[in-house]
C-alpha cells in the first residue's frame, strides 16, 4: 500500500490536523454549555473532512472525496444544525449541571488518557517516519477522550457528543491509518450514525420531557 | 443458493410491510409469523445444500455463507419464528387492553422485522466491515423496540442500551481497522483485505501484534452486544424494559449474532497467534461473566431481570466453551448455542404471558401459576428445568459436552469452577421459578381476546420444549453433521 511519509506537506497537513482533532475534543471536555459541545463537535468534523480531503488528494481516491464532501454536510453541519434546532433550543437546555468529575480532575484525567494513547500504541505497532505512526495514537487518544465524556457526564446530550466524538477519533484513524477502506463500508458507517444520532435525539427528548413532568409532579406533591 | 440467501433477509421484511399498509396488531403479526417461517425454511434449505458443497460466495465477498453462518441462521430464525408467534399473542393483547396505541403496534412491527431481517444480513456477509455496519444497524433496530413502551424506564433502559452498545461496536470497528491494518503486507485489494475469507486463508502472513491488537478489541466490542461482564450493564435494563416477544429476540438472537461476529474474529486469531492468547482472553471474559451472571441471580425480584442475567451467564458458559477449545469444546459451544437460543425464547415468551396476565414484573407478586393457568405455569416450570441443565433436555447435553472439553484440558480447576457455578445459578434460579409456579391462587383475567391469539401464545412454548427434548435424547444426523462441518470453519 501507498504510505504517507510524515515529511511531506500532505503528511504535515494530516499531523496537524489531528492535533487540532485532539484539542477539540479537550475543548469539549473543558466545556460546561451544551451549545459549546454542539459547537466544538461541528468544528472538529470540519477538520476531520479536511484532513480526508488531503488524504482524498494525495491517493487521488475518489471515495475518500465523496467522504469528505459527506463528513462536511453531515457531521460538520447536519448534526450540529440538528441537535441545536430539535434539542438545545426546544428543551432549552443551557448549562449541563450532571457533571461527575470536575473540569479540571477530566482534564488531568484526558491528559493521562493521550499519555496512555501514545505509550500503547506507538511502539508496538507502527514503523516510523510514517504518518500514521504520528496520528493513529492521537485517533486512538480522541476515542478514549469521547469515552471519557460519556462516562463523567451524566447528561443524555453530552454522552451522545462523548459517542460522536469517539467516532470521529475512529474516521481519523481509519483515513490515515487504511486510507482504502471499501467505499460501501464507509458509507454504511455514515448511514449508521446518522439513524443513531436520529433514533437518540427520539430518546433524548423522550427522557428530558419524562424528567421535567416527574419534577412538576413532584412540585405539585409538596403544595399545601 | 443465492436465490435462498436472499429469501432469508427479505422474509421478515413482511412484518413491516403490513405495518406500513396500516394493517392492525393481529394482521402485522401473522404476517410477520409467515415472513419468518419461509426465513426459516429457506435457511434449513441452504444449510442442506451447504453441508455438501463449497460456501456461497459473491459480490465481491460482500455475500459470504458457510455452514458456521448456516447453522447460526437456523438458530436466529428459529427463535424470529418463535418471537412472531409470541408477537401476534402479546402485541394483539397490548392493543385490546389499550395499554399500547394502534400506532405503537405498527412501530413494533417495523422494527421488529428491521432487526430480524438485520441481524440475519449481518450472518451472510463476509465483509468484516460490512459486518460492523449492520451489526451496529441492529442495535439500533432494536433500541426502538426496548424504548417503544414510552415510559421513564423503558426510556432510560433504552437509552442506556443504545449508548452503551454503540460505543462497544466503535470499539469492535477500530479492531476491525487493526485487522485491516495487520493485512498491510497481503497483495489483495482493499475489499478481500476485510473480507473473511481471504483474510483467515493468508492468517499465516498477517502482522501478529496488530491482530492481537484487533482480537482482543473485538472481543471487548462484540463482546458488549453479547453481554460479556463487564461490559453486561445494559443487558439485564433493556431485556427487563423490552416487550416480551422482543426480549426474547434480544436474548436469543442478538446475542448470539454478536458470538459469531467473535468467533470469526477467534478462528483468524487462532490461525495465526495459536491458541494460547485468544483461549485466555475468552476464558477471562467467560468466568467473568458466569460469575456476574449467577451472583446477581441469587437476588430476588424482576424475574425478566433473572432471565436476563442468565443470559449472561450461558453466554458466558459458551465464551468458556470456546476458551476451552478443542472437538468437545467447539462442539458444546456450538449446540450450547442452540439450545439456550430455543430455551430462552420459551422463557422471555412465558415472561410475556405471565406479565399480561398479572400486570406485573415481580416474581413476589406471583404464585401458583400452575393451578391457575396450567400451561404457562408447565412451560414456565419445564423452560427453567432446561435453562439449568437438568436432564433430559437438549443443556444438560452442550453442558456436559462443555466441562467434558474442560476436563480434557491440562487443569481440572477450572472445570470444576464451572460446575459449582451452575449448581450455584441452579438453586438461584429454580427457588425464585417455583416459587412463583407453585402455591395456591385464584385465576387471573384472561388477557387474550379470541382462541386464534391464545394458540399464538401456547404454539411457541410448546414447539420450543419439544425441540429441546427432541435435541436432549437425540440429535439429528443432518445437525451433527451441520455442527461437525462449522468446527472445520473455526
Given amino acids: 500500500m501507498e504510505k504517507l511519509s510524515a515529511t511531506s506537506a500532505a503528511g504535515i497537513l494530516l499531523d496537524l490536523s489531528g492535533v487540532v482533532i485532539l484539542l477539540l475534543a479537550f475543548a469539549c471536555l473543558g466545556s460546561k454549555l451544551f451549545n459549546r459541545y454542539v459547537a466544538y463537535y461541528g468544528a472538529q468534523s470540519v477538520v476531520l473532512s479536511f484532513a480526508a480531503g488531503v488524504a482524498a488528494w494525495t491517493f487521488h481516491s475518489p471515495a475518500l472525496w465523496i467522504l469528505a464532501g459527506l463528513t462536511l454536510a453531515i457531521k460538520g453541519i447536519g448534526i450540529p444544525v440538528v441537535t441545536r434546532r430539535l434539542l438545545l433550543r426546544r428543551l432549552a437546555l ?13 482534564l488531568i484525567a484526558g491528559g493521562a488518557l493521550t499519555a496512555f494513547a501514545y505509550l500503547v500504541i506507538r511502539p508496538q505497532l507502527l514503523p516510523h517516519g510514517v504518518v500514521a505512526a504520528a496520528v493513529v495514537p492521537l485517533s486512538t487518544a480522541v476515542i478514549l477522550l469521547g469515552a471519557l465524556e460519556m462516562v463523567v457526564r451524566r447528561h443524555t446530550v453530552a454522552q451522545l457528543i462523548g459517542w460522536l466524538i469517539a467516532e470521529n477519533g475512529v474516521f481519523l484513524g481509519a483515513i490515515t491509518l487504511v486510507a482504502t477502506f471499501p467505499f460501501i463500508v464507509e458509507a454504511g458507517i455514515f448511514l449508521d450514525i446518522a439513524a443513531g444520532v436520529l433514533i437518540m435525539l427520539v430518546f433524548v427528548s423522550g427522557i428530558t420531557r419524562q424528567l421535567a413532568e416527574a419534577s412538576t409532579a413532584e412540585l405539585r406533591g409538596l403544595r399545601g | 443458493m443465492t436465490a435462498l440467501a436472499i429469501l432469508i433477509v427479505i422474509g421478515p421484511l413482511a412484518g413491516p410491510i403490513a405495518a406500513v399498509l396500516r394493517a392492525r396488531a393481529r394482521a402485522a403479526g401473522w404476517a410477520s409469523v409467515a415472513g419468518a417461517l419461509v426465513s426459516l425454511a429457506s435457511a434449513i434449505t441452504l444449510l442442506a445444500t451447504l453441508v455438501h458443497h463449497a460456501p456461497l460466495t459473491g459480490w465481491a465477498g460482500f455475500l459470504y455463507v458457510d455452514v458456521l453462518s448456516g447453522f447460526f441462521l437456523i438458530t436466529v430464525t428459529g427463535v424470529t419464528v418463535l418471537a412472531a408467534f409470541g408477537s401476534v399473542a402479546y402485541l394483539s393483547a397490548e392493543e385490546d387492553a389499550g395499554t399500547l396505541t394502534t400506532f405503537q403496534v405498527r412501530l413494533y412491527f417495523i422494527f421488529f422485522g428491521l432487526f430480524a431481517s438485520l441481524m440475519l444480513a449481518s450472518l451472510q456477509t463476509g465483509n468484516l466491515g460490512l459486518l460492523f455496519v449492520l451489526v451496529e444497524a441492529s442495535t439500533l433496530a432494536s433500541a426502538a423496540l426496548v424504548g417503544l413502551e414510552g415510559r421513564a424506564r423503558s426510556l432510560e433502559a433504552a437509552w442506556k442500551y443504545v449508548i452503551i452498545s454503540s460505543l462497544g461496536v466503535t470499539i469492535a470497528l477500530v479492531g476491525t481497522l487493526f485487522l485491516f491494518y495487520a493485512g498491510s503486507a497481503l497483495h489483495l485489494t482493499s475489499n478481500e483485505r476485510l473480507t473473511w475469507p481471504y483474510l483467515f486463508a493468508h492468517a499465516a502472513v498477517l502482522a501478529p501484534q496488530p491482530l492481537r491488537l484487533a482480537f482482543l478489541l473485538a472481543v471487548v466490542g462484540y463482546g458488549t452486544k453479547v453481554g460479556l461482564a463487564p461490559m453486561h450493564t445494559w443487558l439485564p435494563d433493556a431485556h427487563a424494559e423490552a416487550p416480551s416477544p422482543a426480549s426474547a429476540m434480544l436474548s436469543a438472537a442478538l446475542l448470539n449474532t454478536g458470538m459469531y461476529a467473535i468467533i470469526r ?29 449467577v451472583l446477581f441471580m441469587v437476588r430476588r425480584g424482576n424475574f425478566k431481570r433473572l432471565f436476563a442475567y442468565s443470559s449472561v451467564e450461558h453466554m458466558g458458559i459458551i465464551a468458556v ?5 478443542g472437538v468437545l469444546g467447539l462442539y458444546g459451544a456450538l449446540l450450547h448455542t442452540l439450545n439456550h437460543a430455543i430455551a430462552k425464547a420459551v422463557l422471555f415468551l412465558d415472561s410475556g404471558d405471565v406479565s399480561l396476565r398479572y400486570r406485573t414484573r415481580e416474581a413476589a407478586q406471583v404464585r401458583g401459576l400452575l393451578a391457575a393457568v396450567p400451561v404457562t405455569g408447565g412451560a414456565l416450570l419445564l423452560g427453567s428445568l432446561a435453562v439449568l441443565g437438568s436432564p433430559p433436555f437438549g443443556l444438560f447435553l452442550s453442558e456436559l459436552t462443555i466441562v467434558r472439553a474442560g476436563f480434557a484440558g491440562s487443569s481440572p480447576v477450572l472445570p470444576l469452577l464451572l460446575l459449582a457455578l451452575l449448581a450455584v445459578a441452579f438453586i438461584a434460579f429454580a427457588r425464585t421459578t417455583t416459587g412463583m409456579v407453585t402455591g395456591e391462587a385464584a385465576t387471573p383475567p384472561d388477557p387474550y381476546r379470541g382462541r386464534a391469539a391464545r394458540w399464538a401464545g401456547a404454539i411457541p412454548l410448546a414447539a420450543g420444549l419439544v425441540t429441546l427434548l427432541v435435541l436432549g435424547l437425540w440429535i439429528p444426523a443432518g445437525l451433527n453433521t451441520a455442527i461437525l462441518r462449522s468446527m472445520a470453519m473455526i
Avoid: E, H, K, Y
Fill in chain 2, 321 to 325: 466453551a470456546l476458551g476451552f477449545g
Fill in chain 1, 94 to 106: 443551557g448549562r449541563d449541571s450532571a457533571i461527575w468529575l470536575g473540569l479540571s480532575t477530566t
Fill in chain 2, 265 to 293: 474474529f477467534l478462528a483468524i486469531a487462532q490461525a495465526r497467534l495459536g491458541t494460547g492468547f485468544p483461549r485466555a482472553v475468552l476464558l477471562t471474559f467467560g468466568f467473568a461473566s458466569v460469575v456476574i451472571g
